[in-house]
């Protein structure tokens, strides 16, 4: 008779637990996957069509494994056993003669370790030929939109990371030289972050995330003062300093490099006063640099984002200063390391996540309007690789 009640109270216990997944997967789910850096599958519209050819049935999945209580603990603890592993094999195989020897990448589920020491987790190289169409797509749009913008300035800043050269070859994509073929922007407005080779990806990118580190960052906001016609003396480094002995970036959301992790380092940097809007309302800062920088008390682990500042669809920074020009920075996430020293420069800086718009803004972005609204003088379109492929970040004009 006990045994039936347990089994009874399991059981019920189970389908509790189940319905209540359902339940907040339908009416209640996440916006964010904070555990993968994404947005979260939700569940889709059904339709005929979608059912027949078994692509409901995916989302539905899809958004199970995203919204369910626990789904990302779960993920969690399965990628960090998973990795514990990994390293011990990478860690033999570094020391060993051989593959000391022998610099290759070694393949873990969808990434490269790479380094001395196997420790910098990398995307894989890009094939242009995988990518053009999208490149030409996007070209395209932004071709529409400075055709549409005759009065206004446009620039152009790429970002090359791993994805730009296979490190063990030495051969590089091409993907910034054809952009700069083919897009309408002057060359005198078009620069990029190059990555010549591994030394110098090591000295500027973060081994476990894909964004790049305080010194890439910093080199990329000088290169632009240059691009951008700044004359004013850049905003110096300040002190480096130590934020956290165990950051664990982006890339570490893969099973199989999960336990990696490094030091955070950061420039101690001082802004001019300014005000900040994000989303439409007035905030405090951008970003949380100061409160790690004072130690403050319950701060989440530090991350590319948290001390940046993360991804917002719409961030207006205002210096006061009329004397100067204003700017719209078109991006995405590696802008947000340098949106502060920018927004230094200028009367008024815009930034815009194309990805995330009209989510926080409930409204589609259209540049000209915004432009013409605004009275900007200048637009930036910056970001690496993922920018010029991915149709998300072409506004309407």
């Known amino acids: 008779m006990a045994k039936r009640i347990i089994n009874a109270v399991f059981i019920s216990l189970v389908l509790i637990f189940l319905s209540a997944g359902l339940l907040k997967t339908a009416f209640f789910p996440n916006d964010i996957n904070k555990l993968e850096n994404r947005k979260a599958n939700k569940l889709p519209t059904l339709s005929l069509s979608a059912f027949l050819d078994g692509s409901y049935q995916g989302g539905v999945r899809d958004a199970l494994s995203d919204q369910v209580f626990f789904a990302e603990n779960m993920k969690e603890l399965y990628n960090k056993v998973n990795s514990a592993f990994v390293k011990l094999s990478v860690s033999s195989a570094a020391s060993s003669t051989v593959m000391s020897e022998v610099r290759e990448y070694i393949k873990v589920d969808d990434m490269n370790l790479y380094g001395e020491n196997y420790d910098h987790i990398l995307y894989n190289p890009t094939v242009f030929e995988w990518v053009v169409d999208m490149l030409n797509v996007n070209i395209e749009g932004f071709n529409g939109i400075i ?21 063990v070859t030495g051969e590089k994509s091409g993907i910034f030289e054809y952009l700069s073929e083919n897009i309408n922007i002057p060359a005198e407005r078009e620069a990029r972050f190059e990555v010549s080779d591994f030394a110098e990806f090591s000295k500027c990118f973060y081994r476990t995330d894909h964004h790049w580190n305080q010194e890439g960052s910093y080199r990329g906001y000088i290169q632009l003062l240059d691009l951008l016609g700044i004359n004013e003396k850049a905003i110096e480094k300040g002190e480096k300093i130590k934020l956290s002995g165990s950051f664990a970036g982006s890339k570490t959301q893969s099973p199989g490099v999960s336990s990696f992790k490094e030091d955070f380092y950061a420039y101690k940097l001082s802004y001019p006063e300014m005000t900040i809007t994000q989303n439409g309302e007035e905030t405090k800062d951008f970003g949380m640099q100061s409160e790690y920088f ?39 996430s590696y802008d947000n390391a340098i949106l502060k020293l920018l927004a230094s ?3 008024k800086t815009y930034s815009i996540d194309m990805r995330f718009y009209n989510a926080y803004m409930g409204k589609d972005f259209n540049i000209s309007e915004y432009v013409k609204q605004h009275s900007i003088d200048k637009v930036l379109l910056i970001g690496n690789i993922d920018f010029f492929i991915n149709e998300e970040f072409i506004p309407e004009y």
């Open 147 to 167: 055709s549409a913008l005759p009065e206004t300035d446009f620039y152009l800043y790429y970002v090359e990371k791993e994805t730009d050269i296979n490190f």
């Open 294 to 332: 004072e130690k403050k008390a319950d701060l989440p682990h530090v991350t590319y984002g948290n001390f940046y500042g993360g991804d917002m669809g719409e961030i207006i920074f205002d210096t006061g200063n009329t004397e100067k020009d204003s700017i719209l920075i078109v991006g995405e």
């Open 345 to 347: 420069h200028f009367y």
